[in-house]
């Protein structure tokens, strides 16, 4: 069964209420016959314009994280129940920025994507080397050690997205190239199915994302082991539509 591609936008700490629902308005015509699925994952704040601003279209809205708890002291954390309440279907976890800058262990990251998966949402696992482990030779050892963690004990492993985003490529302008991309792509496939069962790893969708944008979106989906892009920057501008139609 071929995998159908996945396009979602990141909108990190950016946008408001009012900018970004004016921005999905403005989308929603340019994307409305896209061949894949698309999503945009907003801040938490923003989901309830968000969803308003994007009903009855295909623009699916999701979330940038989520808590593993179904409620309690857990300061500032977002629970599935909340965004379940707004039609949340896709939540990113495990984030690089979440990794860096927060603490984010992948023993979190995988109590947050199996209480999603338990919730009926559809977590976007993101896995990615820093610079200085590509530049080492250590790529597929870091991506093997994120995959074992973040998804143990995860029953149906096509219930997923995984995003593999090189963290050197994360709005820096600099792209993976297109065979780079390609070929850890091809090692998350292949580690996978070493984890789950090859047929199981032949379902899952995997994103590329790290300056993918209008210009190299159509090389990197190309790639036999690509089947969508996780897009930062870019989605923050009528580029996404663009990206979206990669195909046309
Ligand atoms: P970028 O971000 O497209 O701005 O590089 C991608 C991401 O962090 O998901």
Redesign the pocket.
Known sequence: MARKPFIAG?W?MNMTAASGAALIRELIPLVKDANCDVALCVPAVLIPAATEAAKGSNIKIGAENVHWAPSGAYTGEISCDMLKEYGVEYVIVG???RRQYFGETDEAINMRAQAALRAGITPIICVGEMLEERETGRTNAVLSRQLTIDLGGIEDISKTVI?Y?PVW????GKTATDEQAQDSIAFIRKRIGELFSPEAAAKVRIQY????NAKNCKGLMAQPDIDGG?????SLKLDFATIVNYDK
């Open positions: 990141n990190k984030h690089s920025e995003a985003e490529a994360i709005g820096t994302g790290g300056s993918m996780l897009i930062g920057g870019a």
